[in-house]
T-cell receptor, first 111, second 116 residues
Framework: KNEVEQSPQNLTAQEGEFITINCSYSVGISALHWLQQHPGGGIVSLFMLSSGKKKHGRLIATINIQEKHSSLHITASHPRDSAVYICAVGNYGGSQGNLIFGKGTKLSVKP | DGGITQSPKYLFRKEGQNVTLSCEQNLNHDAMYWYRQDPGQGLRLIYYSQIVNDFQKGDIAEGYSVSREKKESFPLTVTSAQKNPTAFYLC???????????????FGAGSRLTVL
């Protein structure tokens, strides 16, 4: 069983829809990261959180430490949100550089 | 603007050849990382460095080598010993924080290596 599981693997939405991507993990974590990978391959860090909720524009990230679960929400989705969204966790028992990455959720937003 | 520059973006290699991927950052970050991405898999750590002249192996270091002679630069060499080198390679950097895994990463645009 993977230590970081994302769902769904693929998601197609119509422009304007509210989108939720889920991430579950099975290890103790120092922090959880949400990343965005565009079709060209570059990755951008969206959020790093260890408790509660963070918001940036139309993106909201929440984490429930007790349930070992995080969600990434996109409100009023737009075709430019089409990308792969990756969840990664920092593990207290791991090395400084070693995040555990999920396999990603591919989001396609249709106009 | 500060950021990470990876080059080349695309690279083709014949079997048996070593190739070096460049990674340069002007963010004044102490820590730098190399990840490998394969289709359908999560990113995996190859090597990382927290300080000049020091680096540690990640989960999949076999067949790769690195150097960290300058704070700004962390080149990765894919050697002929790497049996399946075709992949997308990503360089990243961060501050050197006190808590493992709790530092925001800045990524380069990646280098796609294809072995012919």
């Amino acid at each position: 069983k993977n230590e970081v599981e994302q769902s769904p693997q693929n998601l197609t939405a119509q422009e304007g829809e509210f989108i939720t991507i889920n991430c579950s993990y099975s290890v103790g974590i120092s922090a959880l990261h949400w990343l965005q990978q565009h079709p060209g391959g570059g990755i951008v860090s969206l959020f790093m959180l260890s408790s509660g909720k963070k918001k940036h524009g139309r993106l909201i990230a929440t984490i429930n430490i007790q349930e070992k679960h995080s969600s990434l929400h996109i409100t009023a989705s737009h075709p430019r949100d089409s990308a792969v969204y990756i969840c990664a966790v920092g593990n207290y028992g791991g090395s400084q550089g070693n995040l555990i990455f999920g396999k990603g959720t591919k989001l396609s937003v249709k106009p | 603007d500060g950021g990470i520059t990876q080059s080349p973006k695309y690279l083709f290699r014949k079997e048996g050849q070593n190739v070096t991927l460049s990674c340069e950052q002007n963010l004044n970050h102490d820590a730098m990382y190399w990840y490998r991405q394969d289709p359908g898999q999560g990113l995996r750590l190859i090597y990382y460095s927290q300080i000049v002249n020091d680096f540690q192996k990640g989960d999949i270091a076999e067949g790769y080598s690195v150097s960290r002679e300058k704070k700004e630069s962390f080149p990765l060499t894919v050697t002929s010993a790497q049996k399946n080198p075709t992949a997308f390679y990503l360089c990243a950097s961060s501050i050197k924080g006190a808590i493992p895994g709790a530092n925001v990463l800045t990524f380069g645009a990646g280098s796609r290596l294809t072995v012919l």
